[in-house]
C-alpha cells in the first residue's frame, strides 16, 4: 500500500509557481500581441481594395448605359419584325382582296 505523503509547501515552492505562472501570462500576452499584429497586417491596404460609394455608382451607370442600348437594339428587332410581318400582311390582304374582285367579277 502507498501512503499518504504529503510534501510540505515552502515559500520557495510558491514563488516558483507564481514565477512560473507569470511566464505563462508573458507568453499568453506575447500570443495576443502577435495576433493583434497579424490581424492589422491582415487589414493593411484594405482601403485600396474595397470600393467607395462614387466607384460602386459609378459601375452601375456604367451597367445602366449598357442596358439602355440593349433596349435599343431590342427596340429596333422588334420594329423590323413587326415592319416585316406588316408588310406581308398588308400584300396578303391585297391578294385576297384581287381574289375576291376576279371571283367576284367570275360569278356575278
Do not use: W
Not at 3 to 9: A, D, F, G, I, L
Not at 36 to 51: D, H, K, L, V, Y
Request: hydrophobic fraction near 35%; glycine fraction near 4%.
Amino acid at each position: 500500500m502507498k501512503k499518504n505523503q504529503t510534501k510540505e509547501v515552502t515559500l520557495q515552492d510558491v514563488a516558483q509557481s507564481v514565477e512560473n505562472l507569470s511566464k505563462t501570462v508573458e507568453d499568453i500576452a506575447k500570443s495576443v500581441e502577435n495576433l493583434a499584429i497579424m490581424t492589422q497586417r491582415g487589414f493593411e491596404g484594405m482601403e485600396s481594395r474595397i470600393a467607395t460609394k462614387e466607384e460602386v455608382n459609378k459601375r452601375f451607370e456604367e451597367v445602366d448605359k449598357r442596358f439602355d442600348k440593349m433596349d435599343e437594339r431590342f427596340d429596333r428587332v422588334e420594329h423590323i419584325l413587326y415592319r416585316g410581318h406588316d408588310n406581308r400582311l398588308e400584300r396578303l390582304e391585297d391578294d385576297m382582296l384581287q381574289v375576291k374582285t376576279f371571283l367576284g367579277k367570275k360569278l356575278a
